[in-house]
């Protein structure tokens, strides 16, 4: 995997190069050799390499001389970035100062005239390296562009299906696919099998493929394992021998030297005289799907089945109405427990000392069945002590990298990373950091990303952007999986299986990726690149050299921090660290040493004690990202506009009292010339200034803002932010916040607001609806709070042609709410609130088709559900907060007249009651109702405030 640092130092040789070199020749002095040429050197010899590391990533494992190249090339690649790193610090550092005169730039021209010599010689030394390095692969004999890869070739194979004796759960899916099969719907359709790896994919395909109705159902049977790397040529010529021996005929002569086209010319004909099962096992890529696809001769009641880790792949191969795509999904705990003590105990019971080390091992493998029998066989094989399962537990990781009867387990939940490409795999080994079970949020991963360099820049699209594409490919090829969503459907929180986290946790390790503190014994390499302390300070291992840190984490460190964290950690300082994340550390002030960290990209001091920034802050001319989220910061000092790099401002916090209160979210007092923040992407949230109304025209110089909130805003602001507003044409979310709950919210004078806008909350008083919203059909999220308005603001709304969520809080001071038939086409979230006079709510059939939540709350005059209520056939949860007892009467089964038969049929239906300071939660059963739990208001309702 040196691929992975090489591709990655050469896009940092070519931005170098056109950057910061330009500038320095630019401001010092002309110098014709030295610095530039020998890193063009360098480039190009590294360039030269690439082919053979990319092969050498395939078969490194099985090498142990290949792998000591592969380390002493990667070693090359981190000395090189230090090199430029460690310029880039010592010219930063000279041009930090605000000392002027002659004889300080003559100091400096000095300095600087010395550190590029410096630098240029620590170039021609790495070069020396370079080529003894190349010199060793001729003199081994290793060339790996041209070197027979059938060794490393990995096909599906049986041995990488689970036994019969193994089987659980499958039963279910197994009949469904069955007779799917076997339907005689005209056409060839496609079914594809999509999960991660270890899943069972193969083992139930197997299943169905071997089942007696299908293989009298179809007069061939064919079945292809795909290889990696993948040959048409050789996958066609297999499918060709196989119809044919499926038939009992010779093969045709001559097809060892027929190129795809003509192969195909013999499949399409033979297929069209037979009803044809075709499975091919283990596909990785849509092109492979499409090479093959139009091969396959589409007769009546033909069939294709696909086992793939890749949801694209699944999706493009499904792509007819009959066509079928399954979700494999892991075993119930129970099926897990059943097969886990099947072979744990060899068809026993668990025995009761065993119960909570097993419990917690087979937590770990998280349904995934080939895990469950690899561990259990393993533990099968042991003494069965406490002591010696719980070491197992604990040790998991390095059991898993290491004994030999975890090698296939390893091997599948391998494949997948091996296979990505670079950029990839640097982003995917990135989650190594983050403890077991961390949920780890979108947008910080993606921040952290291209703080770190792993994201390419790409014409007509943001960083941001090509981030998310890279996350989206690591989920759809079943390597990270989604935890939550928010209601419009982007991905909020992720997460990755824990036998695949030990696993690239291991890779990192072994690559000088990471280290990962969370023991005192844990094994760190020579050069730590990126430190992750879990759960203690005592985890650190003092008097390392950590002046290779580009990266320092803490997770759920509890420990008290001094006001200089890192010195007091490492007292020689982190010069060349980009990214500095303190996430809940116990801070009370702002760390001061972390001013000196002139390429720093990220810092995030999230959830801690700081109150305020210091103003040396504007040194730090690299910072991409500022997150100040839950701190008592309310004020930055003006030197923040210096950072023309700033992409993500975050300063703000919910401040829970009660979920009633109209202010619960505080932001900072906005800095007169915000403007010259020209790269931000995401300012959250700024205080108007009421002594100063320019500021809000400074706003509108942003254009590159993508998300913008704005507080303690007036009526008679409206006419600027309006004007700010339609200049911001890539804006994405809007929040105002007016200043009192009665303050009026104008944005009247808003006549061409941002077409790509697709989230808008309004907190405050409304005089009527601004007229562009019910225009703007990008709109999917639309929170209004306090509007207070006269009309119904239903007819305005109900068109919004993509809207999937609207929460209306206090909106308007009718008696009746009415739903029309055809409004709100694609709305699946819904909330209403505190409507005080609300008396009626009225939904006719047609309206709202695919609404799935529905709350209600605080409408103290509403006493009966919604009518109509029975149309909302897709509705799976109704939540009524703190009403009216009489309408929770009518929703006894036993009410005369009631409304029970009205919902009885949704999923979930929940009334709460706040008593005592606690809320008391109430489920609907047809057996009547029963306190499901207990919540404090705070918890209970952080999330409405949050809104």
């Known amino acids: 995997m040196a691929e992975i640092a090489v591709e990655f ?72 970035e230090d090199v430029i790193d460690g310029f880039n610090f010592h010219h930063a550092d000279q041009h930090g100062h605000r000392i002027h005169g002659f004889l300080y730039h003559f100091c400096c021209f000095v300095k600087n005239l010395e550190g590029y010599h410096q630098t240029a010689d620590k170039l021609r030394k790495i070069r020396s390296r370079i080529r003894n390095v190349s010199a060793w692969q001729l003199n081994n004999a290793i060339n790996l562009s041209t070197t027979d890869q059938g060794s490393s070739s990995m096909t599906t194979s049986d041995a990488l299906i689970l036994d019969s004796a193994d089987l659980v759960g499958i039963d279910e899916s197994k009949e469904l696919l069955v007779r799917w099969l076997v339907e005689r719907n005209p056409g060839r359709k496609v079914l594809s099998v999509v999960g991660m790896g270890g899943l069972g994919k193969t083992t139930l395909v197997k299943q169905v493929y071997d089942d007696e109705r299908v293989k009298k159902h179809f007069d061939v049977h064919v079945w292809i394992a795909l290889s990696h790397p993948f040959k048409m040529e050789d996958f066609l010529r297999n499918i060709v021998q196989q119809l044919f021996s499926a038939i009992r005929k010779p093969v045709p002569e001559g097809i060892d030297d027929m190129n795809s086209d003509w192969l195909k010319v013999v499949i399409k004909p033979f297929l069209r005289q037979w009803r044809y099962l075709i499975v091919l096992d283990n596909v990785w890529h849509i092109n492979q799907w499409h090479a093959v696809n139009h091969a396959f001769a589409k007769n009546d009641s033909n069939r294709v089945m696909i086992t793939t880790r890749n949801t694209d792949v699944a999706i493009a191969s499904c792509l007819e109405s009959d066509d079928m795509v399954f979700n494999i999904e892991p075993l119930s705990s129970d099926y897990s427990w059943d097969l886990f003590c099947r072979r744990s105990f060899r068809g026993n019971t668990c025995p009761p000392y065993l119960v909570e080390v097993s419990r917690r091992i087979l937590e770990k493998c998280e349904g995934l069945p080939l895990a469950i029998v690899a561990i259990s066989g393993l533990l099968s094989t042991k003494t069965g002590t406490p002591a010696e399962w719980e070491t197992i537990y604990r040790s998991l990781g390095a059991i898993i990298k290491d004994n030999d009867k975890l090698m296939n387990l390893t091997e599948v939940l391998s494949l997948s990373f091996k296979y990505l490409p670079y950029h990839l795999k640097s982003c995917f080994l990135y989650l190594s950091i983050f403890p077991d079970n961390y949920l780890i949020e979108r947008m910080r991963l993606i921040r952290l990303w291209i703080a770190e360099g792993f994201v390419e820049v790409k014409e007509g699209k943001t960083q941001e952007e090509v981030a998310e594409d890279y996350l989206n490919e690591l989920l759809s090829r079943s390597l990270v999986q989604v935890f939550g969503r928010t209601s419009d459907g982007r991905v909020k929180t992720c997460r990755i299986h824990d036998l695949l986290r030990e696993i690239i946790i291991s890779k990192s390790r072994d690559q000088n990726f990471a280290a990962i503190a969370k023991d005192k014994n844990g094994a ?223 944005l009247h ?199």
């Open 524 to 746: 760190w390499p020579d050069k730590v690149r990126r430190l992750s302390l879990h759960n203690s300070l005592q985890n650190v291992q003092h008097n390392r050299n950590v002046s290779h840190l580009r990266s320092f984490f803490m997770f759920e460190v509890e420990d008290p921090l001094l006001s200089a964290p890192l010195h007091s950690l490492y007292p020689d300082g982190f010069r060349l660290l980009k990214v500095l994340d303190l996430r809940a550390a116990r801070l009370q002030t702002f760390p001061g040493e972390i001013i000196n960290l002139f390429l720093l990209r990220y810092l995030s001091l999230r959830e801690t004690k700081v109150n305020s920034i210091p103003s040396s802050i504007g040194k730090l001319q690299n910072l991409q990202t500022l997150d100040l989220k839950h701190t008592n910061v309310t004020e930055l000092p003006v030197e923040i506009l210096k950072l023309q790099q700033l992409r993500h401002l975050l300063v703000y916090r919910y401040e829970f009292k009660y979920y009633s209160r109209f202010h619960s979210k505080y932001g900072f007092k906005a800095l007169a010339g915000i403007g010259a923040l020209q790269s931000l992407q995401k300012l959250c949230f700024i205080e108007a200034d009421h002594r100063n109304a320019s500021i809000l025209e400074e706003v509108g110089k942003l254009t590159q803002l993508r998300r913008l909130g704005i507080m303690n805003l007036r009526k008679e602001d409206g006419m600027a932010l309006c004007s700010s507003i339609q200049k911001l044409t890539n804006l994405q979310a809007l929040s105002v916040v007016s200043s009192v709950k009665d303050e009026v919210i104008d």
């Open 749 to 947: 004078h808003l006549a061409s607001p941002p077409q790509l806008l697709e989230r808008l909350y309004l907190t405050g008083r409304l005089e009527q609806l601004p007229d562009w919203i019910p225009r703007l059909q990008s709109l999917v999220i639309v929170y209004l709070k306090w509007s207070r308005l006269e009309d119904d603001p239903l007819l305005s709304l109900q068109h919004l042609s993509n809207l999937v969520h609207l929460e209306l809080l206090q909106v308007s001071i009718g008696d009746t709410l009415s739903f029309k038939a055809g409004g709100f086409q694609k709305l699946k979230v819904l909330g209403i609130d505190k409507f005080d006079e609300l008396r009626c709510i009225e939904m006719e059939e047609g309206a709202m088709p695919v609404i799935e939540k529905l709350s209600i709350l605080r409408c103290k005059s509403l006493e009966t559900v919604p009518f109509g209520i029975e149309h909302l056939t897709t509705l799976k949860v109704l939540e009524f907060f703190d009403m009216p007892e009489e309408l929770i009467k009518t929703l006894s089964p036993n009410a005369k007249g009631g409304d029970y038969r009205k919902v009885a049929r949704i999923p979930e239906v929940y009334y709460t009651y706040c008593r005592d300071g606690e809320w008391e939660v109430y489920s609907l059963e047809s057996s009547g109702k029963r306190v499901l739990s207990v919540e404090t208001v705070e918890s209970h309702l952080e999330s409405i405030v949050k809104k």
């Open 9 to 80: 130092i050469l896009e940092k040789i070519a931005s170098f190069l056109q950057n910061e070199i330009a500038s320095f020749l630019q401001n010092e002095i002309q110098i014709l050799q030295g610095v530039p040429e020998e890193l063009e050197y360098i480039r190009d010899d590294l360039q030269r390499m690439k082919a053979s590391l990319r092969a050498a990533d395939l078969v490194e494992d099985s090498d142990h001389q290949l792998k000591e190249w592969v380390r002493q090339v990667r070693d090359i690649a981190y000395d090189i």
